[in-house]
Antibody, heavy 120, light 111 residues
Framework: QVQLQQSGPGLVRPSQTLSLTCAIS??????????WNWIRQSPSRGLEWLGR?????????DYAVSVKSRITISPDTSKNQFSLHLNSVTPEDTAVYYC??????????WGQGILVTVSS | QPVLTQSPSASASLGASVRLTCTLS???????IAWHQQQPEKGPRYLMK???????YKGDGIPDRFSGSSSGAERYLTISSLQSEDEADYYC?????????FGGGTKLTVL
C-alpha cells in the first residue's frame, strides 16, 4: 500500500522559503502512471492545489497560477521522494500542507499533513 | 476550468441515509470527479471517483455504505446506514487545464 510521509519545519519567517519533503513508500516517484502533488488547506482558502511533478518521457511540472512565480516542486529519485519549495512567503501562506499521489488527476493517497506557520 | 459547487452543510440521523451533491459548472458536465472525506483533526481520505455515466470506483477499504452516482452536471455521494464516524467534511475534486480543482466542501452532521 502506498504511503506518503511528510517532513519539514513548522515555522517559517516572512520572506523566507518554505521547504517540505514527501517520502514515498509502496510506489516510485518515477512511476509512469502517477503524479506527485502538493496541496494546502487554510480556513480562508479551503483546499488549494499548488502543483505537481511527474515523469512520462521526461519530467514535467504543473503549477497553480496563484503561486507559479514562487513555487518549485522537484523529484529526488535517489531517495524516492519529492519536495516543495515556496519562496517569499507571507502570513497568507500559513496553512496545513499535504502531499498527495494522483492517478489520472484524482488524489488517491494523501500524506498526513504538516501545519506551517509563517510568522516572525 | 471547471468550478465545483457544494452545499456548505448537511445533516441526517444515525442509521439513515444522506446524499451529498457536487455540481459542475456550465460546459463541464461530462467531467468525472473524486470524493474525499476529512474527519475532524485528520487529513483528507480518498473515497471514490464518479464518472459522468454514474459508474464509480472506490478506494481501498471504503465500506459498501458509500456509493456514487451522477445526473447531468451533478455528482452524488450517498452514505447509507450513517454512523457517528461519518460526521466529517466531504470535498469533491476534479481536474481541468492542468490544474487541480476542489469544491468548497460539505460539513455533514450525524444527528
Amino acid at each position: 500500500q502506498v504511503q506518503l510521509q511528510q517532513s519539514g519545519p513548522g515555522l517559517v519567517r516572512p520572506s523566507q522559503t518554505l521547504s517540505l519533503t514527501c517520502a514515498i513508500s509502496g510506489d516510485s516517484v518515477s512511476s509512469s502512471s502517477a503524479a506527485w502533488n502538493w496541496i494546502r488547506q487554510s480556513p480562508s482558502r479551503g483546499l488549494e492545489w499548488l502543483g505537481r511533478t511527474f515523469l512520462r518521457s521526461k519530467w514535467y511540472n504543473d503549477y497553480a497560477v496563484s503561486v507559479k512565480s514562487r513555487i518549485t516542486i522537484s523529484p529526488d529519485t535517489s531517495k524516492n521522494q519529492f519536495s516543495l519549495h515556496l519562496n517569499s512567503v507571507t502570513p497568507e501562506d500559513t496553512a496545513v500542507y499535504y502531499c498527495a499521489r494522483d492517478l489520472s488527476g484524482y488524489f488517491v493517497r494523501w500524506g498526513q499533513g504538516i501545519l506551517v506557520t509563517v510568522s516572525s | 476550468q471547471p468550478v465545483l459547487t457544494q452545499s456548505p452543510s448537511a445533516s441526517a440521523s444515525l442509521g439513515a441515509s444522506v446524499r451529498l451533491t457536487c455540481t459542475l459548472s456550465s460546459g463541464h458536465s461530462t467531467y468525472a470527479i473524486a470524493w474525499h472525506q476529512q474527519q475532524p483533526e485528520k487529513g483528507p481520505r480518498y473515497l471514490m471517483k464518479v464518472n459522468s455515466d454514474g459508474s464509480h470506483y472506490k478506494g481501498d477499504g471504503i465500506p459498501d455504505r458509500f456509493s456514487g452516482s451522477s445526473s447531468g452536471a451533478e455528482r452524488y455521494l450517498t452514505i447509507s446506514s450513517l454512523q457517528s464516524e461519518d460526521e466529517a467534511d466531504y470535498y469533491c475534486q476534479t481536474w481541468g487545464a492542468a490544474t487541480g480543482v476542489f469544491g468548497g466542501g460539505t460539513k455533514l452532521t450525524v444527528l
